[in-house]
């Protein structure tokens, strides 16, 4: 911080102008970093996470008009458990205490109602009842039998309606459609802390040149 003195002249404007200039030059150097910091965090979630969730990130300044040598900002995210679990790592647990069930790429996208796909909306009238296997210490399979692959560009597999080859089981196969763990642990993804140290670091250079843009004597 810069303190100039006056020796000549009205004393108390020139006090009041140099608060005014340094009220003005702390606001938009906090504005100034709070806004680096919101594009940085958004480059990096979008870099993690994908450009939605990236959007998130919203930027609150205060005061909302005029300047203060106590402004502030808040740079927030509307997913905030989201950028955590991608921030730290999170383990992911089942709610119920037993499996996560994960859909495999044989499974719909959708469940039924175009809901969410899980096991409890699996659309089993289309390709049968799941069954669970045993596969090894933390980790099972959910599978649907009796299916027959499907050709064309849509691919995947149609539960077999042909009585002959459901006696024989000829052509038919069991496909996995979910796996089961008792928990997953996220890939860290995210730099949320490293990037907000960084930014928190230029603020003091950002509140000086907003001193130097503003006084014009720098």
């Known amino acids: 911080m810069r303190i100039d003195a006056a020796l000549q002249g009205d004393l108390a404007r020139y006090m009041r102008e140099e608060l005014s200039l340094a ?3 702390v606001t938009m150097g906090v504005t100034m970093t709070a806004r680096e910091l919101k594009s940085a965090l958004r480059a990096d979630t979008e870099r993690g996470l994908g450009r939605r969730v990236a959007r998130s990130w919203r930027l609150d300044t205060y005061p909302k008009s005029g300047a203060s040598l106590t402004a502030a900002a808040v740079v927030r995210t509307k997913a905030p458990e989201l950028i955590r679990a991608f921030e730290d790592g999170a383990k992911i647990r089942s709610a119920d205490g037993l499996f996560l069930a994960i859909p495999t790429e044989a499974a719909p996208s959708r469940g039924v109602g175009r809901k969410r796909l899980t096991p409890s909306t699996f659309p089993e009238h289309r390709y049968g009842p799941l069954r669970f296997v045993y596969v090894k210490k933390g980790l099972s399979l959910l599978v649907v039998d009796n299916q027959r692959e499907r050709k064309g560009k849509s691919g995947g597999y149609a539960l077999s309606r042909s009585k002959r080859a ?8 069991s496909v996995p459609m979910f796996i089961l763990v008792p928990q997953v642990r ?3 993804r995210l730099n949320v802390k490293a990037i907000e140290r960084s930014e928190a670091a230029r603020l003091a250079r950002n509140i000086d040149r907003a001193f130097e843009m503003l006084d014009g004597r720098g």
């Open 166 to 173: 459901l006696k024989t089981g000829y052509g038919l196969v």
């Open 23 to 25: 009220e003005r030059a």
């Open 186 to 188: 996220l890939k860290r």
